[in-house]
């Protein structure tokens, strides 16, 4: 029982991570209908970021982590202006945006790679020490990202259903073309919502690097995200949240019971058969109910 409640509250923290990516690829499929590739770049720099912040310039966690997101926020939006917007504004199919977003993506790896190394980084520790409970051991740094990943979560769903320019956003999912027309600026809407995946991708990235090592290949666990996209349906933003802890909690419970070999087999195993089965996902949807 000890072992499944430390490998339950592992993969809690874990999903939680998986959370803020998946939902930000979600964003973007449920607007535009293209999956923003350049995801994994934007974490590496975001987690490259906050690394030299708290090592280099002996910042503290909070301020390293706000310059990660600003850093990560304006790539982000260089990307969307530079990559996308052109097409966008010209119509092009999906698929050219998909393929400017993978180069977009192998660009600013190559960069960082090239400037940075491909050494892997360790951050310093954070935040100290464990929780004891009944024999159960919890991480504190794990249970900070996982709360601090659910706050960000709770904070962008306020956004949406609260606020006008989330209005937009929700409004410009059901038809980009008919928002326009009723007075929705596209191009302010695509503005915020790559100001959004920056964010989440950065806080992401921090996270992501202080369980594990900052590295310019860091970026390849936004599969896993996509993969918890899709489980939960891709375009559904609840859906992502729900898929992404159901991944987090089984890759944890396959590495402690089974072994950790046999983790990455049992994620993609498991897209494939939801594929195969339940190709919309669990929370498969019509278009108008996609946010």
Known sequence: MTLFLQQLTSGISIGAVYALLAVGYALVYSVYDFTNWAFDAFMVVGAFAGFYAITSFYLPVWLALTISILITVSLSLIVETGAYRPLRMRSAPRL???????????????????????????????????????????????????????????????????????????????????????????????????????????????????????????????????????????????????????LGILETMISGYISSVYRDLFSFSLLIIMLLFLPNGLFGSRAEEKL
């Open 96 to 246: 050219y945006m998909m393929i400017s977003a993978m180069g977009a993506n192998l660009a600013i790896i190559n960069l960082v790679n090239l400037f940075f190394g491909g050494a892997f980084r360790k951050f310093p520790e954070i935040i100290p020490g464990s929780i004891n409970i009944q024999g159960v051991t919890f991480g504190k740094m794990d249970l900070a990202a996982a709360v601090i990943s659910f706050v960000v979560l709770g904070l962008l769903w306020f956004f949406l259903m609260r606020t006008k320019p989330g209005l937009g956003i929700r409004a410009s999912s059901l038809d980009t073309v008919t928002a326009g027309i009723m007075g929705i600026n596209n191009n302010s809407v695509a503005l915020t919502i790559f100001f959004i995946t920056g964010v989440l991708s950065a806080i992401s990235g921090v996270f992501y690097g202080i369980k594990y090592a900052v590295f310019p290949y860091l970026g390849l666990v936004t599969t896993k995200a996509m993969i918890a996209s899709l489980i939960g349906g891709l375009g559904s933003l609840p859906g992502a949240v729900v898929g992404s802890m159901l």
